[in-house]
């Protein structure tokens, strides 16, 4: 892959060389012929993506909805999938946390290739991934807690411990108070905010948000990308975040949390311009776009590189933003 490219006329992929690394989790794939990226001993890189796609296809009875999708991310990335309504984000979601099946191509999360998978290891496989789903996906019969405790139940956890851990993870979203609340009492950005409390509840390496702001307000957005935010700078989570929201992307790729003032700061260009392109190193807490058109990955870089681009969709595209 290209870095920072204009993807009008996406090329071929390649090989699937670039993701052969999983050998190390996955012992029935074979080694790859890629060369290993520079060795840096004082800041050891990681050297195998967390997810790959590869020449991906999905369609309907209408049709083909995703033509040949490839990208990788690495640990400690942040991936924003940028894209108008109906371009593909949520199939790509749905696709990398096992939800869906792809018609082609082979996709791998966390060394695991899911195309290989039955349905039962990918029912064990979802235990690992964190989901915030489009629609919220919360249980209104239940309360707050039990909602957001609903998978750390499966742990054997004694009840304080599980309180414990509820309410930990409401705190990190500052919805402690809500613990005996129904969803069905809550605004819409609090319900986000639950939904996001529930995926990180059992400390996920991988967390996938489809959508996390749609139909909010810009105020409630902004807060719902402050959490992602910190759970990228303090819990170290790698993610794929989809939104139509070209400010997402901006305000994930320009700002961090700092833990030591427990404010929310300016990257000061520390971003991740180049990142896994530059032999991985600097991927670790990289945000990187992928803006998706009809299907296809149209653009995939840095955010600054996006800002600089002088193609007329995405200069049309970035002037959408509200
Ligand atoms: N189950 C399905 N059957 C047929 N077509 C589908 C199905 N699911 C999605 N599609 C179509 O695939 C395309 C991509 O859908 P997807 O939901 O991934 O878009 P999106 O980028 O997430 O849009 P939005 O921003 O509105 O959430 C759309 O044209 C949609 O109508
Ligand atoms: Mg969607």
Not at 31 to 45: C, E, Q, Y
Not at 62 to 69: F, R, S, W
Not at 112 to 126: A, K, P
Not at 283 to 297: F, P, Y
Request: charged share 25%.
């Amino acid at each position: 892959m290209s870095d920072g490219s204009f993807r009008g006329q996406p090329p071929a992929r390649q090989s699937l060389a670039g993701i052969g690394a999983f050998c190390i989790y996955n012992p029935r794939m074979t080694p790859s012929p890629r060369p290993a990226p520079p060795a840096d001993m004082a800041n050891p890189a990681p050297v195998e993506p967390l997810i790959a796609f590869s020449d991906v296809h999905l369609g309907f009875d209408e049709g083909d909805v995703l033509h040949g999708i490839n990208f990788e991310v690495w640990p400690g990335e942040t991936k924003v999938l940028l894209g108008e309504t109906g371009t593909g984000k949520t199939l790509i979601m749905k696709l990398g946390a096992g939800l869906l099946r792809a018609d082609s191509g082979r996709i791998w999360v966390m060394g695991h290739e899911l195309g290989e998978m039955s349905e039962q290891e990918l029912l064990e496989f979802r235990r690992h991934l964190g989901f915030v789903f489009q629609e919220g996906a919360l249980f209104d019969s239940i309360t707050v807690a039990d909602n957001v405790g609903f998978r750390l139940q499966e742990e054997n956890l004694s009840d304080a411990e599980l309180e414990s851990r509820v309410r930990e993870v409401l705190r990190f979203v500052e919805l402690e108070s809500s613990y005996d609340m129904y969803p069905g009492d809550l605004s819409g950005g609090m319900r986000r905010r639950v939904s996001i409390a529930r995926a990180l509840a059992d400390r996920p390496p991988v967390v996938f948000y489809d959508s996390p702001t749609a139909g909010l307000d810009p105020v409630t957005s902004q807060t719902i990308i402050t959490l992602i935010m910190r759970g990228r700078d303090l819990q170290n989570v790698t993610s794929m975040i989809a939104t139509h929201r070209v400010q997402d992307a901006f305000g994930l790729a320009n700002y961090r949390f700092d833990p030591g003032s427990g404010r929310v700061v300016h990257a000061n260009g520390a971003s991740s311009a180049g990142s896994q392109r530059e032999g991985h190193a600097d991927a670790s807490r990289g945000t990187n776009v992928l803006v998706l058109r009809e299907g296809r990955i149209y653009f995939e870089g840095a955010a600054e590189e996006l800002l600089r681009t002088s193609d007329e969709y995405l200069k049309k595209f970035l002037a959408s933003a509200e």
